[in-house]
């Protein structure tokens, strides 16, 4: 019910985090999976280290919001098919409604967004022919409950969750699914400074009933599911990880 044998996956934002996180268990479960980053060195000592551990994938470099004509020719190379394509990119820019100006909101909104909707669209064709697509967006906890002085992010993971419902109702069909993850707090690289800070652990332990971070690893699974035939009849959801965070008053 969740082998992927025979499918080709894209994994953008593919080369650390919880993009790596996914990419290693799609390709675990037997899809051909293709990571992407804007720098192709740091993705070949991605590919390198994983064939290490016996995981093999393909590499396709370059920036989402300019060049995704190249990067879905990259992952379509050897397979000539994308089965499925999880949108992981996702950059943060926190600075409150005083600080930030507003082009600097639309500049985010670009990346965590707009960007979000031309790669789902540049691959739809790939998608749709298909024997069953799987469109899968990152989101976040951001897109149900906001943090103070977190204005752009928490307007475009928004945005992204109900671009999923759009895109799910319009587009869904056997042949294609649309659904998203929303990570709630990931000790990730890019919170291992928050993750380590001991005034931010008595927070988690208020705030998230199972009083912990969440482990990289453990988006993995969400995103398998969302990818197999076990999730068929899914569409136009956003599945929640976040150890019960956002569902606590
Ligand atoms: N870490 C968390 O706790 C958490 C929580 C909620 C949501 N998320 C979401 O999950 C996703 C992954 O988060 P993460 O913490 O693993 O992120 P990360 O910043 O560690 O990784 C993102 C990757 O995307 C790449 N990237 C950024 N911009 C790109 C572009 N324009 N083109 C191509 N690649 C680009 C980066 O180089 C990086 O490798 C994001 O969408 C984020 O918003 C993360
Ligand atoms: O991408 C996100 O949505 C954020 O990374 C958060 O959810 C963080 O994990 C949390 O804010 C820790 O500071």
């Known amino acids: 019910m969740f082998d992927l044998t025979g499918k080709t996956a894209l994994v953008t934002g593919g080369g650390r985090g919880l993009g790596l996180e ?3 268990a799609l390709a675990k479960a037997g899809a051909w999976t293709v990571i992407n980053g804007r720098n192709r060195q740091s993705l070949e000592e991605v590919r390198e280290r994983l064939a290490g551990e016996g995981i093999l994938v393909g590499i396709a470099a370059g920036d989402i919001r300019r060049e995704i004509g190249g990067i879905l020719t990259q992952a379509t190379e050897r397979t000539g098919q994308l089965d499925i394509l999880i949108h992981s990119v996702g950059e943060r820019d926190r600075r409150g409604t005083r600080e930030m100006e507003p082009h600097e909101f639309a500049e985010l909104l670009n990346t965590d967004l707009t960007a979000a909707y031309s790669v789902a669209r540049a691959a739809l064709p790939f998608l749709l022919r298909s024997a069953a697509g799987r469109l899968i967006f990152v989101t976040s906890i951001a897109a149900f409950a906001a943090r103070a002085g977190d204005p752009a992010y928490t307007a475009a993971k928004g945005g992204l969750s109900a671009l999923t419902r759009s895109l799910a109702v319009e587009l869904g069909s056997d042949n294609l699914t649309v ?3 929303a990570p709630g707090w990931f000790a990730t690289e890019t919170n291992a400074h928050l993750a380590a800070d001991p005034a931010l652990q008595a927070f988690v332990e208020l705030r998230i009933p199972l009083k912990r971070w ?3 690893e453990e988006i ?3 995103a398998v599911f969302l990818a197999s035939s076990g999730a068929s009849f899914v ?3 956003t599945l929640t990880v976040d150890g019960g965070m956002t569902v606590q008053m």
């Open 22 to 24: 996914m990419a290693k």
């Open 179 to 181: 659904n998203a993850i």
């Open 214 to 216: 969440g482990r990289p």
């Open 220 to 222: 993995a699974p969400a």
């Open 235 to 237: 569409n136009g959801i």
